[in-house]
């Protein structure tokens, strides 16, 4: 296919402003592209179905051209010619507001120069290929030297290019092509060319990530062809997400949950294979949640992998910081060591990361995306455990089923005392969803309300946190009584150094006590953050705040002050 065919396909999509007819312009373009004399690797239907995404590389390859805005406005002028410089380029740029519109306005193809791949020296129309060939051995050029070797290059493209060309390959090089095409454009438009059901491409990429792949397969070996695909480990594919929730829309929408601690750490995706991997990578991969290769940076996740990994696998989960005695680090220090290229063994010095692994994604020879969380999880466990208990195995995030607010509440209060962001909570009967944000992953929603809280009561801690006051009653006005009426007891939140400012502000207001448990005289008030209100039998206001956590000591107010049972009866409602 020629660049020049290929360019007035882009401009015809850009100028359609509906969404059906873009496809059809896609659909088209892939098909037009099935009688092709095709040589080389990867096809021209691959090569296509990425361009119109403004992609050179799979969307599984970290490989970038590295070429910046600068590098391009100076080969845009060189090729312009010698009465056009780089401030010529920018200042019309800045007239324009748009690079391909740029490289449109001036006539190429009359400039000299040496070209390091060759690329200026090619003659008769710029093809497809070429483009991409030309551009494959840009993004290699390293060293010495390589910048001007990548201007050259890009240089004797624009040379060859007319100015609808140039106007695509000004955007594909700056990754700014934005002609309205987005991946469900080419996935629709490839189900369409090619006759396959939707579900099967959808299927199809997520196993492989890779749009340019599954065009050809479906072109060539049709649906039989795009079934058989299947996950590689050494190529990442798409991070499942997760949306805000709370427990009761869970519990609603469930008949269980399944509940775990959520790690203030960045995300990865671990891939072992003990023959190895491809292109010499050794047995180990991670990579980040945007499927960069960020393995050199993590030397500690490598030999986690290598101790504990026995088969093929790919593994999702967090790499966390923590301090000498393995208590997490806030997630500020994870990014001291993430897609860190330089001093790696310094960097592991000052801050040392582990994983924490809560999917199994495949593991020896087969795939697990359409298995439910709870087979995924037990696999999981296998591969990590062997024959060890769960719970004794660093790296393995735990997993519980319930269907009781309360335990959820308690795990939610032990992940927060052991440093930890809180939970999440997971529909046990899906799938994984590579690149989705349903409804099957929550993350318990952040607190969104407050009340201003009357202590009342409070409870002595337990071991470490014995000499501390560390949960605490909370109360509210009755306007109508002139009483205080129980809502609830806060004891997450909170850290070590809080309980003890906590107890001392109001152990000269404590009353009574008997056991652990303590009464207090009321003085102080608390805004408390809550997830929603309940009706409630074990408090004597009738109602109770489900996952309540203290944000400050209102010291600004006094106990008339505080909120009241009337505006409790109107938040709930």
Not at 451 to 456: A, E, P
Not at 522 to 534: C, D, H, L, M
Request: hydrophobic content about 40%.
């Amino acid at each position: 296919m020629e660049f020049a065919t290929f360019a007035d396909r882009a401009a015809a999509i850009e100028a359609e402003p509906a969404d059906l007819a873009i496809i059809e312009h896609v659909q088209d373009l892939l098909a037009d592209t099935d009688g092709d004399a095709e040589s080389g690797e990867p096809r021209t239907i691959e090569i296509v179905a990425r361009f119109v995404q403004g992609r050179v590389f799979p969307a599984w390859d970290s490989t970038t051209l590295d070429i910046g805005p600068s590098a391009c406005y100076e080969a845009i002028s060189r090729a312009a010619g010698r009465n056009v410089d780089t401030n010529d380029v920018e200042d019309r740029l800045a007239d324009v507001g748009e690079i391909g519109e740029v490289a449109a306005s001036y006539e190429f193809g009359g400039q000299q120069g040496l070209d390091a791949f060759g690329a200026g020296n090619g003659s008769g129309a710029l093809t497809v290929r070429e483009v991409y060939d030309d551009l494959v051995a840009l993004a290699a050029a390293e060293g010495e030297g390589s910048e001007d070797r990548k201007i050259d290059a890009l240089f004797g493209l624009f040379n060859r290019c007319s100015s609808d060309e140039a106007r695509y390959l000004a955007r594909l090089v700056l990754s700014e092509m934005r002609i309205g095409v987005g991946e469900g454009t080419v996935r629709d438009a490839i189900a369409a060319a090619f006759d396959i059901p939707q579900e099967h491409v959808e299927r199809a990429l997520q196993v492989s990530n890779d749009y340019g792949e599954v065009a050809r397969v479906a072109r060539d070996e049709g649906l039989d062809g795009l079934d058989a695909m299947a996950l590689e480990v050494g190529r990442p594919v798409q991070a499942m997400l997760a949306q805000t929730g709370t427990v009761t829309d869970a519990l609603e929408a469930w008949e269980e949950a399944a509940v775990e601690w959520k790690y203030d750490g960045a995300r990865i995706q671990l891939h072992y294979d003990p023959d190895g991997l491809e292109e010499g990578d050794g047995t180990t991969r991670v990579f980040s949640r945007n499927m960069e290769d960020v393995t050199a940076a993590l030397p500690e996740v490598v030999e986690f992998a290598e101790k504990t990994l026995a088969v093929p696998v790919i593994l999702d989960g967090e790499v966390v910081a923590v301090d000498d005695a393995g208590d997490p680090l806030p997630f500020q220090e994870v990014l001291k060591r993430f897609r860190r290229k330089h001093d790696v063994a310094k960097a592991r010095e000052d801050v040392a990361v582990r994983p924490v692994c809560f999917d199994c994604l495949h593991a020896d020879g087969v795939d697990l995306l359409e298995e439910p969380l709870t087979t995924r999880h037990e696999r999981l466990e296998v591969v990590l455990t062997g024959d060890g208990r769960p719970e004794d195995v660093a790296g393995l995030s735990l997993l519980w089923l319930t269907d009781d607010p309360d335990e959820i509440e308690s795990i939610d209060a032990e992940a927060l005392e052991s440093g930890h962001e809180g939970i999440m909570l997971k529909n046990p009967e899906s799938a994984y969803s590579p690149g989705r944000r349903g409804k099957n992953w929550r993350k318990r929603k952040p607190d969104v309300e407050t009340l201003d809280c009357v202590v009342t009561g409070a409870e002595w801690g337990e071991g470490r946190r014995a000499t501390f006051l560390g949960t605490f009653e909370l109360s509210v006005r009755n306007e109508t009584t002139g009483e205080l009426e129980t809502v609830g007891k806060v004891a997450t939140g909170i850290t070590d150094e809080q309980l003890a400012e906590l107890t001392e502000l109001l152990e000269p207001h404590i009353a009574t006590e008997e056991g652990q448990e303590v009464e207090i005289e009321p003085a102080v008030v608390f805004e408390v953050g809550y997830e929603e209100i309940q009706s409630s039998p074990t408090y004597s206001s009738g109602y109770a705040l489900r996952f309540p956590r203290f944000q400050a000591v209102r010291d600004d107010k006094a106990i008339e002050g505080a909120d009241t049972l009337e505006r409790v009866e109107r938040l709930r409602s």
